[in-house]
């Protein structure tokens, strides 16, 4: 293998190595998105769930009658 064919090797990997990571951050950015909204969501979820309400919905709905 001659040295031009060597290069021309590497230059092709590194290329593929960075398309990869190249994708791999945008991927872990979607996550970090994605679990920011989760941590969100759950920190509403364990409020609501220690104040004992249900939201809105719980304050207009009628009792029930007997």
Do not use: F, I, N, W
Request: glycine share 4%.
């Amino acid at each position: 293998m001659s040295d031009a064919e060597r290069l021309t090797r590497l230059e092709e990997r590194y290329a593929h190595l960075q398309r990869h990571q190249a994708e791999q951050d945008k991927v872990m950015l979607g996550l970090t998105d994605e679990l920011a909204k989760l941590r969100k969501e759950l920190s509403m979820l364990r409020a609501r769930q220690t104040t004992g309400t249900e939201g809105p919905e719980a304050a207009d709905e009628r009792p029930p009658h007997y």
